[in-house]
T-cell receptor, first 112, second 113 residues
């Protein structure tokens, strides 16, 4: 069964700093997602990564995928307070069912 | 094109009552997924449905939980005889026939008192 692990689980960082969140998964998958969730809210789709070596950037966030290592990273550049949220990676699993297996989430707190 | 619509947004039930959660997928989407998020945890897959069919229910608890997606109308997640441990946020997601992305609803937050 597919397992998805994120680390760190909690990240406190200062504004202006850079950091990376890691997402490891245990079996082959052809699609990986990154989502943002604010407290009490739904999931906001950030990135869909489809192939090995894929890199996508939006503002201060950049996501990459290494399917051989079964690793995705979400890099935060020059963090700002507005980025404070919980970030989840999710991997497609189950062949034709396309169900998502979520990581445990990373709670990001950006301090002024 | 409206997004995935879930209702109610908040639902309070006493122990032993039934909870019915509704999900209307995006227009043109015939694939519906239900996920449960317990407090301070990630989302866990529950069930995958297409119109009138349950395709994968491997994440559904064996008792008290059921789901349907009728030919007409929304998908329903039904929880009978709710217990405190059922308190969670329940999210619905829909996808088109050629999936590239899952679109999530706002969720229903169930509180069992």
């Amino acid at each position: 069964e597919l397992k998805v692990e994120q680390n760190p689980l909690f990240l406190s960082m200062q504004e202006g700093k850079n950091y990376t969140i890691y997402c490891n998964y245990s079996t082959t998958s052809d699609r990986l997602y990154w989502y943002r969730q604010d407290p009490g809210k739904s999931l906001e789709s950030l990135f869909v990564l489809l192939s090995n070596g894929a890199v996508k950037q939006e503002g201060r966030l950049m996501a990459s995928l290494d399917t051989k290592a079964r690793l995705s990273t979400l890099h935060i550049t020059a963090a700002v307070h507005d980025l404070s949220a919980t970030y989840f990676c999710a991997v497609v699993y189950g062949g034709a069912t396309n169900k998502l297996i979520f990581g445990t989430g990373t709670l990001l707190a950006v301090q002024p | 094109n409206a997004g995935v619509m879930q209702n109610p947004r908040h639902l309070v039930r006493r122990r032993g009552q039934e909870a019915r959660l509704r999900c209307s997928p995006m227009k043109g989407h015939s694939h519906v997924y239900w996920y449960r998020q317990l407090p301070e945890e990630g989302l866990k897959f529950m069930v995958y449905l297409q119109k009138e069919n349950i395709i994968d229910e491997s994440g559904m608890p064996k008792e008290r939980f059921s789901a349907e997606f009728p030919k007409e109308g929304p998908s329903i997640l039904r929880i009978q005889q709710v217990v405190r441990g059922d308190s969670a946020a329940y999210f619905c997601a829909s996808q088109p026939d050629r999936p590239t992305e899952a679109f999530f609803g706002q969720g229903t937050r169930l509180t069992v008192v």
